[in-house]
Each structure stands twice: as C-alpha cells, then as structure tokens.
C-alpha cells in the first residue's frame, strides 16, 4: 500500500519536457537593373497592284513589275527595282499602286563600348523596347547584430530591401 502513494509522487517530480526552437532569419538585398533592348528588324517588301495598267520593270520587259534584287544588299537591305505603270485603255478609269517598305539594316551595337554595365547609345529597330537600366550610385544596405538595418537609395532603376522575420516554435 506504501508503494502506491508513493507512485503519483514520482510523476509529481518528473521534470516536464519541451523543445523550444527560435530562428531569426535578416537579409539585405540590393539590385541594379541591367540595360536591355529587344529588337525585331523589319523586313523590306514591295506590292504592286493596278487596274487597266500595264506595269514594266524599269530596264525591263512590258508586263514585268519592280523587284527586291536580294544578291544587291547593303548591311541586310536588299537594292529595289523600280515599276513604271502605262494605261491599257485610256477610255477608262485606271489605278496603279506601288508600296515600298524599307527594311532595318544590320545594327553595329557589338562594336559599342560599355560603360557602368549599361549601354550609352541602344539601337533602335522597327519594333523595339528599350531599357536603359540604372546605376548602384550610393546604393547601399547594413544589418547589425541588434537587427537593426539601414539602405541607402540609389540611381535610377536599383532597388534595396530589408527583411527581418522571428519564428519561435515550441514542441
């Protein structure tokens, strides 16, 4: 009988047990954007329609309209040849049209000098987007041990963030 009062002594006694788990996690995060350009060159093209018209090809034969002469290019353009238009019948209406597109010549953009990560003269093309990106220029970021963060701002198109998050999870 002794032995059994003595039973819910022991868990009375019995230390408790837990686990405990803190995580602090900081993180200072500084970005440049960078210089972009996406480019689509135009192609060149020609159409000619007409009514009533009989087209020649300048230096050419009757019934023959203009071309693109693409083994004549210069920097990606091919040479045109152009169309001359005569009236079949001149008792009636006509119409003759002619349209030219110019295509974008090959750009130089290797050779340009790079400067800060960024371009200073972007090509320009038939579509493009441009961006010319930014520059660090007192972009800055520090964290004490206390969790304490301070960013400093930058150029144009740089970014810097502070994140501090606390977890504490107890099992």
Do not use: W
């Not at 003595?6 to 995060?29: C, E, G, N, Y």
């Not at 972007?122 to 007192?138: D, K, M, N, V, W």
Request: charged content about 10%; cysteine-free; hydrophobic content about 40%.
């Amino acid at each position: 009988m002794k032995h059994l009062l003595l039973l819910p002594l022991v868990f009375l006694l019995s230390p408790a047990r837990a686990d405990i788990k803190s995580t602090i996690t900081s993180v200072v995060s500084l970005k440049v954007d960078p210089s972009y350009v996406i480019n689509e060159r135009l192609g060149t093209s020609l159409t000619v329609s007409g009514t009533n018209v009989v087209p020649t090809k300048t230096g050419g034969d009757a019934g023959s309209i203009g071309s693109l002469v693409l083994s004549t290019q210069t920097a990606g353009v091919p040479s045109v040849v152009d169309t001359t238009f005569t009236v079949s019948n001149a008792a009636q209406a006509f119409t003759a049209t002619e349209s030219l597109t110019v295509g974008d010549s090959i750009p130089t953009v290797l050779s340009t000098a790079v400067s800060n990560g960024g371009l200073a003269n972007l090509p320009i093309l038939g579509e493009s987007t441009t961006y010319a990106g930014g520059s660090a220029g007192s972009l800055q970021g520090t964290l004490t041990s206390g969790l304490i963060g301070t960013i400093g701002a930058g150029n144009a198109g740089s970014t810097a963030t502070i994140q501090t998050s606390l977890a504490l999870e107890i099992d």
